[in-house]
């Protein structure tokens, strides 16, 4: 109903990447393998995790998630991204924006806190190894993981029903390859001043309480190893850390610059927003997949009993 309040203005254009076809066509064959690399590299996450009992952790128990997250995240744009990039008219609705703004931001924030529970995770395993098991207990970890998924949910209901209410001018450009909500601020030409605030206190409030558990998290943790007297203790401690630190710093860092700083359309947004849209959810897989040793050894495992029951 709440749609019924727009303006004439029934779709937008997405300006995309570039605007030169010999270079559009390159983008579609990059950002498509990109896109398959995602798909395969975190399927294959989620399978190894599942069928190999090795890995049925809290760790790998979150990480499997991370992967459906980082699955979900990247089919809310990627697609319709790369059939802008074959298309002539490189449109979507105004019901088409808003509602891949809200899949952007709940599975976005529910990585956020996941990425955030992760870190909570290696600190109980690192700092408090004989209070593990009753601290992260298979209760726990689903209130964890709900927990994350609800932040997410109602953090994109809000802000996407508040966006709901916006009246939009004869601007309809958008100047990115995706809809998000600073965005489509630009093109407003009522009151945003209500949608700003909220926007900045979830994300403040979202962002600022999941970095800051990170930290707390990572602190301890650096003290903790280096209390550890043995050298081949500090690297196995370290060793398991370092693969979700490596993820954290690439989301969060570009996430936070582009939310963060002030919107005008220029190439640094649209890079950071390919960063933690699209790169990331491609690397995350293998990160944890060429760092740990565990992964690694349950990917081989569960290739030799592909190939023993083919055989």
Not at 265 to 287: A, C, D, K, R, W
Request: proline letters at 3%; glycine letters at 4%; a neutral charge.
């Amino acid at each position: 109903m709440a749609l019924r309040n727009h303006s004439t203005i029934t779709e937008f254009v997405l300006l995309g990447l570039s605007a030169d076809p010999m270079t559009q066509a390159l983008l579609f064959v990059l950002f498509l393998g990109i896109y398959l690399l995602t798909v395969m590299g975190n399927l294959m996450m989620i399978l190894v995790i599942r069928m190999d009992s090795h890995l049925h952790t809290p760790m790998y128990f979150f990480l499997s998630h991370l992967s459906f997250v980082d699955l979900c995240f990247s089919s809310v744009t990627v697609p319709k991204m790369l059939e802008n990039l074959q298309s002539q008219k490189k449109t979507i609705s105004v019901k088409g924006c808003l509602t891949q703004i809200f899949f952007v931001i709940i599975t976005g924030g529910t990585e956020v806190c996941l990425l955030s529970v992760m870190a909570y995770d290696r600190y109980a395993a690192i700092c408090h190894p004989l209070l593990y098991g009753q601290m992260m207990t298979k209760h726990r970890c689903v209130q964890l993981l709900c927990g994350s998924w609800i932040i997410g949910f109602l953090d994109a209901l809000i802000n996407v029903l508040l966006a709901m209410k916006i009246d939009f001018c004869h601007a309809y450009i958008i100047p990115h390859y995706s809809c998000e909500l600073p965005s489509i601020f630009l093109l407003s030409c009522s009151d945003i001043s209500s949608n700003l605030i909220v926007m900045f206190c979830f994300f403040i409030l979202h962002g600022l309480a999941t970095s800051l558990s990170v930290l707390f998290s990572y602190v301890c943790i650096i003290f903790t190893i280096l209390n550890i007297s043995s050298s081949s203790g500090r690297s196995k401690a370290f060793s398991t850390c370092s693969s979700h630190l490596t993820a954290v710093v690439f989301f969060y860092g570009s996430a936070f610059l582009r939310y963060f700083l002030p919107t005008s359309g220029s190439p640094l947004e649209l890079i950071f927003s390919v960063q933690y849209g699209v790169i990331t959810p491609m690397l995350n897989p293998l990160i944890y997949s060429l760092k740990n040793k565990e992964v690694k050894m349950a990917v081989s495992r569960t290739l030799e009993n592909y190939l023993c029951f083919q055989c």
